[in-house]
């Protein structure tokens, strides 16, 4: 109701202003006329800054702080937390973006350090962290080891294993995968080492199945709840991948997941087991990577092999 109040004169000002200033003078001169055409533009400015101000609330104006902050406009969202404060300093929108605003500011700081960072160490400035996530799916790496021989699939005294070619060796991770999907997909994991300014990727690693119950289950003959995501809540997995001794001494070794699950279950009758993970397309491990691709969030690594 305010706001209609305060438009009409306004507006019956711009059209008086009009006609005084296109009007015949009849009874004024010249002086006459141009002290009454400003003394209109006067009273339209007051009334136009008097609507400014009545169009200001708390909630518009943190609206203009969140809406900054989601955009990562640092200035803006300062310049428009400044007018909140200063206009109205005990709402309660204004002790709530002061809280977000601040949290907005230390998370752009924290981030400008890890740029200078990683400007400063290359590829070695990246933090590693043994898990990373997506959704409600995880995974945390809990060892590497470079073998001959990469042992899985066992069950009580038994397992399978895959030895390596001569003149090369297997780089083996073990890891557990935590969800709450029945079915989720599995994250991608690939060695890469350094090649200059960027990440030359050495090849993707597989997954297989830790372990068994017994080896009937290994057989497909009797169910194994403990390698169903839909009874269990964390497998345990172990994915390997095959490199050259040349590849092996080109130190250091990053171990890189991306939260892209690429990795789907399948179920094949008489199979040993009959369930495994086949990768498909992990668009995110390319051929090679630069620092710049690891600041979207997608990419981790998971350790580095001196």
């Not at 010249?30 to 007051?46: H, M, Q, Y």
């Not at 002061?98 to 290359?122: P, S, V, W």
Request: proline share 4%; net charge positive; aromatic share 10%.
């Amino acid at each position: 109701m305010m706001r209609i109040a305060f438009r009409a004169p306004a507006a019956v000002l711009l059209a008086a202003l009009s006609l005084a200033a296109c009007k015949p003078s009849m009874n004024a001169g010249p002086a006459g006329e141009s002290a009454e055409v400003a003394k209109l533009r006067a009273e339209v400015k007051r009334l136009r800054e008097e609507n400014d101000q009545l169009r200001l609330s708390p909630a518009n104006l943190a609206f203009e702080v969140d809406g900054a902050i989601r955009s990562g406009n640092e200035e803006k969202a300062v310049v428009a937390y400044k007018q909140l404060a200063d206009t109205f300093p005990v709402a309660s929108e204004t002790a709530e973006m002061k809280r977000r605003l601040d949290a907005f500011m230390t998370q752009r700081h924290a981030q400008e350090e890890g740029d200078k960072r990683m400007a400063a160490l290359g590829f070695k400035g990246l933090p590693v962290n043994a898990s990373i996530a997506q959704g409600d799916t995880a995974l945390t790496l809990t060892s590497v080891a470079v073998n001959k021989r990469w042992t899985f699939d066992s069950w009580g005294d038994g397992w399978r294993f895959l030895d390596a070619d001569k003149d090369r060796r297997l780089l083996i991770a073990r890891v557990n995968v935590a969800s709450k999907q029945k079915e989720p997909a599995l994250f991608g994991i690939a060695a890469y080492t350094p090649d200059g300014a960027k990440l030359t990727r050495l090849g993707e690693l597989k997954y297989r199945f830790a372990r068994w119950s017994s080896y009937g289950s290994f057989l497909g003959t009797t169910a194994d709840y403990r390698n169903e995501f839909t009874h269990s809540w964390r497998i345990p997995f172990t994915a390997g991948v095959q490199l050259s001794e040349d590849d092996l001494k080109r130190r250091p070794i990053y171990l890189v997941a991306t939260n892209e699950g690429c990795h789907a279950r399948h179920f094949q009758p008489y199979g040993q087991p009959p369930v495994f993970y086949q990768a498909g397309d992990c668009k995110s491990l390319k051929d090679t990577l630069t620092i710049d691709d690891f600041k979207g969030g997608a990419l981790a690594v998971l350790k580095r092999i001196e």
